[in-house]
């Protein structure tokens, strides 16, 4: 008889301590603008889940604890602690960490050249290199204990052996988000998987908040015609008007040339064709150089685009490590770039984040 209330009073032990996954399987989702990306969490648990854009079927499914709770630590979790050493491969990765003051957790880097944070420039972090080569021994000789990765392919090198070490590597497809709060709202993952997601919610809250009061001051009359993108090879390739820099240009108030194209990748189009539809053109953004030199010794037909005459092109060029780190987690700030340059010859120079005027 002892025996037998040992083994009930036991079975209600370990029910009482299991986490819920009933309760949070009908929990809101606190991710509103990224398609890619859900997040649901209770009082003791939290669930991410990443859905690959190429197949939605395939969805990386995380179980951790909330970890500002102190109960059900000792249950199974994919992962069980605030990640403390992290390996990125995007400079998206970097900064949102930065965003979050969580650069000392890095430890290894695709390539250092390519980073911005001087601070994580002068750590020395381990550079893996492109992601498709990158070996197993170099994540495992760097420490780190999860390594995020862009999701260019279903599968990370390696990536069983690094899980049975107790190595995960998770996907980000911040980069396939077309809403630019979308993008943004990956900085969650990150304040999750660290332990920050308090300050990871707050940080995303007030970018939002600048977003949307920057897009509600310049809405109105779209006075200002645009042209995007530059010639690679022999055609033109723009932002598609369902894109994320469609959206960009749609919420800065600005006249996107090809905001009613279909799509959220890139159109490809003929010079003849730019040069036929730009006479009315006010403003030409990434044209991916540095001077008006490096634009017309690659591509000497452009002396003819209107902007390139009237000196009203802009790009982020001369500092590229700057915009690729940190563009995805503030679309605030070049949505206040954007607004600027909408003022045209009233505008402030000085007032500019990423970009600036290419002479």
Known sequence: MKLILFGFFFLLISCGTKPDDSQIKDSENLCKYSKWLKISETKDLVRIEITNPDDPSQIVKLKLPNFKSNKNKSQTYDVKNPIQRIAVLSSTHIGMLGE???IDRIVAVADLKYVHNTKLKNKGAIELGEEQ????????????????????SNEFPRQNLLHKIGIETIPNYDWREVHPLGRAEWILLFGYLTGHADEAKNKFNQICTNYENIKDEVQGNKSILTLSGNMTGDFWYAPAGESYHAQLFDDAGLSYLFSNEKGTGSLSLSFEKILGITDNVDLWL???FNNKTQILKTHPKSRLLKPLKLSSVFCYSHDTNKYWELSACRPDLILSDYAELKKGIQMESNKLFFYKLVQ
């Open 100 to 102: 979050l003051n969580l």
């Open 133 to 152: 080569l990158i070996s197993a021994e170099k994540i495992i000789s760097s420490g780190a204990e999860m390594v995020i990765y862009s999701g260019f």
């Open 286 to 288: 990434n044209p991916g």
